[in-house]
C-alpha cells in the first residue's frame, strides 16, 4: 500500500497536454483570417472610396490611412484589456465580435446609401457628380470604424495567445517559441495573399457588397474555429493593468525625489523567490535610468514609522521598476521604426492608383489593382520558410543566438530595405510618366502600354523589408516585455504601424503645400510621385541613422526565474541575455 501512496505536494504538476504547436495552430488561424479581411478591405478602400463614394484622390489617400492607423492604433485598448481583464482568447472572441463588415455589405448593396458612382457619369457631365451626404459618410464611417476596432483587439491578443502556448523556461519549447513569429507571420501573409487575390477578385467581378459579406462571413467562421480549441489552450492570468503599475513607478519617484539613490541593490525591495508566485518572472536591476529605481528605495524617515509604506503607491518592487525601463527603452525603437510604416502606407495608396493607370491584362485575364500587392506577399509566402528553416540554423552555429541574429538587426536590414524601395518606386514612376509622355496619353484615362508588374520590383523589396522588420517587432517586443505585459508590448509593435499611417497623411499634406502642389492635380501623369518617393527614399535613410543611434543605446533585459517554476534540474536562475 505503502508504494501506491504518492506525495501530492511534492509531485510536480502535470498539465494536461495544453499549449503547443497544437494549440497555436487556433491562433495562427484566427490572426490569418482576420488579416485576409482587413487587408483585402484595406488594399482596395482607396478604389472604393475614389470610385464608389466619390472621393478625391488625397482625400482616399488619406481616408484609408486614417482608418488603417486608427485599426493598429486601438491594439493599444484591446492589449489593456486582454492583459487586466480578460484572457487573450476572451479579447480575440469580443473584438471579433464587433467588425463592421456586415454594415459595409448594406451599404454596398443598396444605391440609396451611397452616392452615385462618378466614373459611371459622362465625361460631359463629370462636373455634376455629387459627393456623398452625410448620412452616407455615417454609415460608411461607423462601418469602417467597427471593423478597426475589432481588428485591433484581434491584432493585440491572437499573437500573444499563440506565444503564451510555448513555456519560455522550458529550453524545448522556448526554441520553437523562437521560430513561432516567422510562422505568425506566414499565416498573417497567406491571409494577405488570399485576401488580395481572392476577396479582390469579388471585388471587382461580383461586387463590393458580396466582397464585405465574405470577409464578415469568414470572421465569423474563424471566431467559431478559435472557440473549438478552447480546452486546449494555456491562459495568461491576468495580474492588474501594466499601465497603472508603471504610473505607479513614477508617482512613487516624484514622492521619492529627495531620497539618495543606492548603490546596494539589496537595499532596494524586491519579492524574493519564496514570496513569488508561480510563473513569477523577476527582472535584474540594470543601470539605466537610474532615478527611476527611487521607487524601489525603502523608507526610513519618521514617514516610514508613522504610515503605511507599503502600499503600491508608496514602494514598488525592482522588477515593477524595470518593467516601467524597458517600456521606456522601447520606445526610441518604435520611434524609429515609424517612418518605414509612412513609406508602407504608400504601397496601398498611391501605388495602387499607379496600377489603375497600367496596362493590367495577362493573355485573356485582367489582374485587377488592389491585388498587384500579392507580388510581396509571394515573396514572403516563399523566403519566410526558408528563412526560418535554412538561414536561422545556419546563423545560429555562428552567433549562438536562438534566433540566428538578434531583433534589432532583423529591423535594422529591414529599414535599410524599405529605403531602397523607395528609390526602386521613384524610378518606376519616372518611367511611367515618360510612357505617359511618350505616347502622347497624359490626359487620357486610357492605361498605358507599359505592364502593371513594373511596380513589382518596389513590392518585391518591401516585401523584404515587411518579413525581416515586422517578424523582429512582434519577437523583440514579446520577448523584451515582462510576463504580466506581453499583449501590451505586442500591441506597441502595432502601433508603429498606427502612427506610420497617421504620418502619411501628414507628409501628404504638407509635401502638397511646400511644393506647390507634386500631388494636387488628381492625375499621376501630371503629379510628381516621383519626386514624393525620392524624398522618402532620401528621409528613410536620415531615419536609419536615427534607429543605428536608438539599436547601438539599448540594452536587453536580463531575467531571474523564479526556480520553482524551471522544469529542467540544473536550470536554477537562469538569465535571458
Request: charged share 15%; aromatic share 12%; glycine share 6%.
Amino acid at each position: 500500500m505503502q508504494g501506491m501512496c504518492r506525495d501530492v505536494k511534492t509531485e510536480p504538476k502535470q498539465l494536461p497536454r495544453l499549449g503547443g504547436n497544437r494549440a497555436a495552430l487556433f491562433a495562427y488561424a484566427m490572426a490569418g483570417i482576420d488579416v485576409m479581411a482587413f487587408f483585402a478591405t484595406g488594399v482596395s478602400l482607396v478604389t472604393y472610396f475614389y470610385g464608389y463614394m466619390n472621393f478625391s484622390i488625397i482625400k482616399s489617400a488619406n481616408a484609408v490611412t486614417n482608418f488603417m492607423g486608427t485599426a493598429f492604433l486601438l491594439a493599444l485598448f484591446g492589449a489593456f484589456l486582454s492583459d487586466t481583464y480578460f484572457s487573450r482568447f476572451k479579447t480575440c472572441v469580443l473584438f471579433g465580435c464587433l467588425e463592421g463588415y456586415a454594415l459595409l455589405a448594406v451599404q454596398a448593396h443598396f444605391r440609396q446609401l451611397r452616392p452615385f458612382p462618378c466614373k459611371d457619369v459622362p465625361l460631359s457631365q463629370v462636373n455634376q457628380c455629387e459627393s456623398a451626404n452625410k448620412g452616407q459618410l455615417a454609415i460608411l464611417y461607423v462601418g469602417l470604424y467597427l471593423v478597426a476596432i475589432g481588428t485591433s483587439g484581434i491584432k493585440a491578443a491572437a499573437p500573444p495567445l499563440g506565444a503564451d502556448q510555448y513555456d519560455e523556461k522550458d529550453p524545448k519549447e522556448a526554441a520553437k517559441l523562437s521560430s513561432y513569429f516567422n510562422w505568425l507571420v506566414f499565416f498573417l501573409t497567406t491571409g494577405a495573399l488570399f485576401g488580395v487575390t481572392f476577396v479582390v477578385w469579388i471585388s471587382e467581378n461580383q461586387g463590393w457588397d458580396w466582397s464585405f459579406a465574405v470577409c464578415s462571413i469568414v470572421v465569423g467562421l474563424a471566431i467559431l474555429f478559435l472557440t473549438v480549441g478552447k480546452s486546449l489552450y494555456r491562459n495568461n492570468i491576468t495580474n492588474g493593468s501594466p499601465l497603472t503599475r508603471i504610473m505607479q513607478v513614477f508617482v512613487v519617484v516624484l514622492r521619492n525625489r529627495n531620497l539618495p539613490l543606492s548603490e546596494n541593490e539589496h537595499e532596494l525591495h524586491e519579492i524574493h523567490d519564496k514570496e513569488a508566485r508561480y510563473d513569477t518572472e523577476i527582472l535584474r536591476k540594470t543601470d539605466q535610468f537610474k532615478f527611476l529605481d527611487r521607487a524601489a528605495i525603502m523608507r526610513t524617515d519618521h514617514e516610514a514609522s508613522t504610515s503605511n509604506t507599503h502600499g503600491p503607491w508608496k514602494l514598488c518592487t525592482v522588477t515593477q521598476v524595470e518593467e516601467t525601463k524597458i517600456v521606456v527603452r522601447m520606445l526610441p525603437i518604435i520611434l524609429s521604426t515609424v517612418f518605414m510604416n509612412t513609406c508602407f502606407a504608400q504601397l496601398q495608396t498611391f501605388t495602387i492608383q499607379q496600377s489603375t493607370t497600367l496596362d493590367r491584362k495577362i493573355h485573356k485575364f485582367e489582374v485587377p489593382g488592389a491585388s498587384i500587392p500579392a507580388i510581396p506577399l509571394l515573396f514572403m509566402f516563399v523566403l519566410i520558410p526558408i528563412y526560418d528553416r535554412v538561414f536561422i540554423p545556419i546563423a545560429r552555429k555562428f552567433t549562438g543566438i536562438p534566433t540566428g541574429i538578434r531583433q534589432l538587426q532583423r529591423i535594422g536590414v529591414g529599414l535599410v530595405l524599405s529605403a531602397l524601395s523607395m528609390a526602386v518606386a521613384a524610378v518606376v514612376e519616372k518611367h511611367r510618366k515618360s510612357v505617359a509622355i511618350k505616347h502622347n496619353m497624359v490626359e487620357s484615362a486610357t492605361p498605358l502600354p507599359m505592364s502593371v508588374f513594373w511596380l513589382g520590383y518596389q513590392y518585391a523589396i518591401f516585401g523584404l523589408a515587411d518579413m525581416f522588420t515586422l517578424v523582429g517587432l512582434l519577437d523583440f517586443f514579446y520577448s523584451e516585455s515582462s510576463s504580466s505585459m506581453k499583449a501590451l508590448s505586442t500591441a506597441i509593435s502595432w502601433s508603429s504601424l498606427a502612427i506610420g499611417y497617421y504620418t502619411s497623411s501628414i507628409v501628404v499634406n504638407i509635401v502638397n503645400k511646400v511644393s506647390g502642389g507634386w500631388l494636387a492635380n488628381n492625375n499621376l501623369n501630371k503629379d510628381k510621385l516621383d519626386y514624393f518617393y525620392w524624398l522618402l527614399a532620401g528621409l528613410s535613410v536620415l531615419n536609419f541613422g536615427f534607429y543605428l543611434l536608438c539599436a547601438s543605446w539599448y540594452k536587453y533585459k536580463k531575467v531571474d526565474v523564479n526556480p520553482e517554476d524551471v522544469v529542467p534540474k540544473g536550470k536554477i536562475g537562469m538569465s535571458i541575455v
